[in-house]
């Protein structure tokens, strides 16, 4: 096992370099099983959800190399056996991204149900219902997920709440269904974009992403591609959160600033100075820092993925602050860890009440998801002395060679083993 130690209360200044976009790799790498052929895929992020997406396509007959840092080569020339380990699928939620993958290739697909972070129920009603609309029929049987086909056809789907998942797992069973299918209600976030832009650069026909309404007409085959996943949306906000609670100055490159509208936004309502610019953004925090409300709400409003970082700087804000998750319904399970460290949070279901104290403390803590262990990070980087943060694996499922960004911003912050082995394998180890 490994943790994190980190000596706070020092702000972070200089620069840092934004990865490529963790929720939009989790979806473009089952993609490429789509395409009979080779796909090379720049700015992949080295976290361990990548290790764990080459492991399954290896284990399903693909070859997979990295070319170099960022870039992976996938081969599905071969037969893709169209089922998902179990033990793999369960460590991670986009796993289920190979249900749609896989019925577009194999017109079938048996998946276990969803892993990864556990801050809430993860229905999958709407899948099911995108691919029954399809033409396909689904079974769930002791935690898998079993699809069939015998031709897909293109079907109206109308999502009964916005969901990125569902979106995401219709477009992918729809790129090689017979016929048009049109999705209504469909997750306009930058990440379904990013999937649908892939998909077309290997022949698909997709019209919309990016609204509320995806027109896809299926074809009857995808080639290979090369394409690069655009930067990380979250890991870019987080390091702005991190520099706005810190008082600290920092420029974050490699970022398209429209996706960090509503980041930006609070921020400044909160005091700090933005300045964008072309692929950067300069985030310049003033302390004391003023309380505000917030509320999570699908592309464009204020992101889920953003709401434990958000909550962690508000706890030194000034005043009251009303922080409401409207996504899932459990994602303040991370609040205990942050009272060992001094904050004043009182929660009512999906409502935390945040009352600003002048001085966070150093304390042992555990994060209880990745995002909520970025958090801790935040949180620990501005306390007064020293932190240690356990379960880190969480962290690194999402956030590539983070120890080294906060150290690189001037953080005091090194990681350490104990006795216990390291749950999560590097990326190397996949290879």
Do not use: W
């Amino acid at each position: 096992m490994e943790k994190f130690i980190v000596n706070g209360a020092r702000p972070l200044k200089g620069e840092v370099t934004i990865s490529g976009a963790k929720n939009a790799a989790v979806a473009i790498i089952p993609a490429s099983i789509l395409a009979q052929g080779t796909c090379i895929i720049e700015n992949i992020p080295r976290i361990s959800d990548v290790t764990v997406l080459i492991r399954i396509l290896k284990d399903m007959g693909a070859s997979v190399q990295m070319l170099d840092n960022t870039t992976m080569e996938i081969d599905t020339s071969n037969t893709m056996l169209p089922v998902v380990p179990y033990e793999l699928a369960r460590r991670m939620r986009g796993s289920y991204y190979f249900l749609g993958a896989l019925l577009g290739r194999c017109s079938r697909a048996s998946v276990s149900m969803p892993g990864g972070c556990d801050f809430g129920v993860r229905p999958i009603d709407q899948h099911i219902k995108a691919f029954e609309a399809m033409n396909a029929k689904v079974t769930v049987d002791r935690g898998m997920v079993n699809t069939v086909a015998n031709q897909l056809l293109g079907g109206h789907i109308y999502f009964d709440i916005e969901t990125v998942g569902g979106t995401i797992n219709a477009m992918l069973a729809a790129v090689k269904a017979k016929g048009i299918t049109i999705l209504e209600n469909a997750a306009k976030e930058p990440h379904v974009v990013d999937l649908a832009n892939f998909l077309n650069s290997m022949g698909a026909d997709i019209r919309g992403a990016g609204t509320d309404v995806i027109k896809i007409h299926g074809v009857e085959q995808l080639h290979g591609t090369t394409y690069s996943i655009i930067p990380d949306q979250i890991e870019a906000g987080t390091f702005m959160v991190a520099a706005a609670a810190s008082g600290g100055d920092v420029l974050i490159k490699n970022v398209i600033p429209k996706h960090l509208e509503s980041i930006s936004e609070k921020l400044v309502r909160i005091g700090a100075s933005i300045e964008e610019h072309d692929d950067s953004i300069r985030v310049i925090g003033h302390l004391p820092m003023n309380s505000l409300s917030i509320k999570t709400l699908p592309y464009p409003g204020f992101p889920t993925d953003m709401q434990p970082q958000m909550t962690a700087l508000l706890t030194m804000a000034s005043g009251t602050s009303i922080v409401t998750e409207s996504i899932f319904s459990n994602r303040f399970r991370y609040v205990d860890e942050l009272r060992r460290m001094g904050a004043d949070i009182r929660v009512d279901g999906t409502v935390a009440v945040v009352q600003g104290v002048e001085q966070l403390t150093g304390a042992p803590v555990k994060a209880t998801d990745l995002r909520a262990g970025a958090a801790l990070l935040i949180a620990a980087c501005c306390a007064k002395g020293t932190t240690e943060i356990e379960d880190i694996y969480h962290i690194e499922r999402g956030y590539e060679n983070i120890v080294e960004k906060f150290i690189g911003l001037g953080a005091d912050i090194r990681k350490v083993s104990v006795d216990e082995p390291d749950r999560t394998p590097v990326m190397a180890q996949a290879l």
